[in-house]
């Protein structure tokens, strides 16, 4: 059933991550997007078991360094955005081949990544804006779309100019054809692919706003979870 | 959800395997080959498998006495002739079980291409030999390739040296082998290990085998997860 | 014959690289970035170039400079728009630098194939989207698949820590990442190490890229094969 | 020019392994097949600088273990025909994937197999007599056939009962097409797919017989080198 929080405001960025932190399995492995999704391991508890992965060769990142002298900054030691970070216990690292193997394979249970557009059939848009003059550049997003187990998408639900970004077909170039499985708005958490068709999109939660409020904002074929 | 889990028994470690799976079974001759493992195998019963090794088996013990035993429908391995095969030499000329031979670079190949989600792959060995006959061809680049397509495992049964408490994994010397592809390459891996130790016990620069391969894990008897001079468990 | 050979200094060691070579070039940011390399073929003077390597130019220096001297007739990488990529976006915009974007793990495979002898691959990633475009999809038990060829290079520039006097290599943490592709997928790869230590300096074990894929080694300035403790030398 | 060494009888097998040594460069990286070739290493000079690959994963092998004191019988380090191996400084380990990748990939100079025939064109079979009761075995030896970028064949020219194994067209399975470039024989050794279709056979030198003699025996195209 459809949980509508009325009682409350749209979710702000951290509030998003920790939603996204919630739904994801203890003991799970899990890739984090660049950007956005990075901010979940904030939000993962003590204890939880989640080990991340970076594409860049390593199982069980540890948060980014600060550089304190327990903390030295390595520059042998980065996450994908390039960012110092740090080595868990437990940790391995290997090389690219191996690292997009693990990926492709499909060993990785989750992985978290920023969008420009979710089509109600699963096809995710997060590289290319198709503007004319922007450089094409796509990294991991390709490989991690179509590689992990579950695909988690975590954006806001409009775009700055008012359209929604959880649209019938994508109008910006694919990253990936129906790969994901759910997605992480500030207004609503969805289901997407599902339905006999594996067109259709569930709506499994709202914040700050209700189910015929956002049929009403939404060109998709919404069911209620 | 996939931690490792550490099992005190062989047998509790094997439980489960399902009449009809393909078991993936690690070592090449006795080096790296996973004997308490497949023994336990034995005793759980599984039947009608599809065995993916290197060799048929050695002697009367470990994957001869499987096949002894009646459980194998189907072995594929690349080489099954060996002066003390006598277990699978009987079976085979008596027509019990079938054979499928495959080059051993393109059986380790297959596997990792299950493992790296690779469809298929353009391989230039056997090509003009019986073991490319009815495989699709292909000239790339002036050289003739024949498609090879992944071999994927229910289990993969492995013998590794230590694991550490998070499943990653090292091997020693030449026992290593298989153990790495098969790992990734099947749905739930089990490995017999030498000695479990605690999570920080193995260098991350040294882990051949993360631990987001390794299902199941089980020390040999007597063993167990210990502290001590990890430097010289991983190097022993 | 394929023995590694020492250099002294950076120049010698990429010393004969055509015009018109295809140089893979190791790194993911600067971590595993060969900068000290990269300079030397911006001073040895090759041009017409290839280059393949994840990003294309941080800043002002190595493989950006590089880029700036206009020796660069086409980039091969996965991600080229970076906040600091201002000389690879201004030749890029100006029409006076071809780009083939590859995804990530597809620019690996690609590489890993052609150490590997593979002659192409189906591969999942990129089904259905602009990057697959013009190339030939197959479906293989329900699931499509695009046809990837393997990216060799005439010459590899990469980063590593250690090498011994045999050319084998270890590298550090997540400055691994391309290295041990690209030296398999290169007819002449070149390294450039922390420290040189003598045969037997580093644990067979722990061996990442053996020798066999090394044809040349520079250690930075000052360093060279010396003794001392390895162990600690291994794992700095 | 061909070089007739009539002032001796035909090799035996240590010379036979003898004279492929002394065709290796120094510093190769070199597999040696089961059975005959592995004597190639024991005539290997010393200080040749060429290291020994196994298909089992190493490179760098020693000679066989004896078991002394300071040799011991280690079951986790054998070579390809499982016999108990020893392990020289600057060895390294890897596993079975990246081990055939190296063969598969061209990265070994020389390989020396062992063969049942051997074809004018340089086709190799010596995997499967053909009998319709034997149990094919194949293990690394089409890998190694298709992968070294030079592949010695080492056999008696003729088999027992007296028939060539140097052929115009193999009669057995082939192991791999047009792969094999020299055979080395107890009465010559020879080059073979030379010439402008790539079926010719060079005689490079004879042991207790002459070029001529050979021709008489032989059903292939033979040149003088």
Same mark, same amino acid.
């Given at each position: 059933m459809t949980l509508e929080r009325t009682d409350r405001g749209p979710l702000g960025r951290a509030e998003m991550a920790a939603v996204v932190a919630r739904d994801i399995p203890s003991g799970s492995y899990v890739n984090l997007g660049?950007?956005?999704?990075?901010?979940?391991?904030?939000?993962?508890?003590?204890?939880?078991?989640?080990?991340?992965?970076?594409?860049?060769?390593?199982?069980?990142?540890?948060?980014?360094?600060?550089?304190?002298?327990?903390?030295?900054?390595?520059?042998?030691?980065?996450?994908?955005?390039?960012?110092?970070?740090?080595?868990?216990p437990g940790a391995s690292y290997f090389h690219h081949a191996d690292s997009f193997a693990m990926m492709r394979g499909g060993h990785l249970d989750v992985c978290v990544l920023g969008?420009?557009?979710?089509? @109600?059939?699963?096809? =995710?848009?997060?590289?290319?804006?198709? +503007?004319? #003059?922007?450089? /094409?550049?796509?990294?991991? %997003?390709?490989?991690?779309?179509?590689? @992990?187990?579950?695909? =988690?998408?975590?954006?806001?639900?409009? +775009?700055? #100019?008012?359209? /929604?970004?959880?649209?019938? %077909?994508?109008?910006?170039?694919?990253?990936?054809?129906?790969?994901?499985?759910?997605?992480?708005?500030?207004?609503?958490?969805?289901?997407?692919?599902?339905?006999?068709?594996?067109?259709?999109?569930?709506?499994?939660?709202?914040?700050?706003?209700?189910?015929?409020?956002?049929a009403a904002r939404l060109d998709v074929p919404l069911v209620r979870a | 959800m996939s931690a490792t889990t550490f099992h005190e028994t062989h047998d509790e470690a094997v439980a489960g395997v399902e009449d009809g799976s393909t078991v993936l079974?690690?070592?090449?001759?006795?080096?790296?080959?996973?004997?308490?493992?497949?023994?336990?195998?034995?005793?759980?019963?599984?039947?009608?498998?599809?065995?993916?090794?290197?060799?048929?088996?050695?002697?009367?013990?470990?994957?001869?006495?499987?096949?002894?035993?009646?459980?194998?429908?189907?072995m594929v391995c690349s080489f099954p002739r060996q002066s003390d095969s006598w277990v699978f030499d009987g079976l085979y000329r008596s027509g019990r079980i079938e054979l499928e031979v495959v080059p051993q670079g393109t059986l380790a190949e297959r596997m990792r291409a299950a493992g790296a989600g690779i469809g298929a792959f353009f391989c230039p060995t056997a090509v003009g030999t019986p073991l490319a006959e009815g495989k699709?061809?292909?000239?790339?680049?002036?050289?003739?390739?024949?498609?090879?397509?992944?071999?994927?495992?229910?289990?993969?049964?492995?013998?590794?040296?230590?694991?550490?408490?998070?499943?990653n994994l090292v091997y020693r010397k030449t026992a290593r082998n298989f153990g790495p592809v098969m790992a990734a390459a099947a749905r739930t891996t089990i490995a017999q290990v030498s000695r479990v130790v605690p999570v920080g016990g193995l260098d991350p620069e040294h882990v051949v085998t993360p631990g987001i391969y390794v299902d199941r894990v089980v020390a040999a008897p007597g063993s167990g997860p210990a502290a001590g001079d990890l430097q010289q468990q991983e190097q022993a």
């Open positions: 660049i950007g956005q999704p990075t901010l979940v391991a904030d939000h993962l508890p003590e204890g939880s078991g989640v080990v991340l992965h970076t594409e860049n060769g390593m199982l069980h990142m540890g948060p980014a360094a600060t550089g304190g002298p327990d903390d030295p900054i390595d520059p042998d030691l980065t996450n994908a955005g390039k960012v110092p970070v740090t080595e868990l969008a420009f557009q979710v089509a @109600a059939g699963g096809d =995710l848009a997060n590289w290319h804006t198709g +503007a004319p #003059d922007a450089i /094409p550049a796509v990294g991991g %997003a390709m490989d991690l779309a179509i590689g @992990a187990k579950q695909v =988690l998408v975590m954006m806001s639900l409009f +775009a700055k #100019d008012g359209s /929604p970004k959880l649209v019938e %077909a994508c109008t910006y170039p694919l990253t990936g054809a129906g790969c994901v499985d759910r997605v992480y708005t500030d207004l609503a958490t969805f289901r997407v692919g599902t339905g006999p068709d594996g067109r259709g999109v569930e709506v499994l939660e709202t914040w700050g706003t209700t189910y015929d409020e956002l | 079974i690690g070592g090449f001759g006795m080096a790296g080959m996973p004997v308490d493992l497949v023994d336990a195998l034995i005793r759980q019963g599984a039947s009608d498998l599809v065995v993916v090794s290197n060799n048929a088996g050695n002697g009367d013990t470990g994957l001869a006495a499987l096949l002894a035993a009646g459980r194998v429908r189907r699709e061809t292909r000239e790339i680049e002036g050289r003739t390739y024949v498609l090879e397509h992944p071999i994927r495992g229910d289990y993969a049964l492995i013998g590794a040296h230590v694991a550490d408490a998070m499943g």
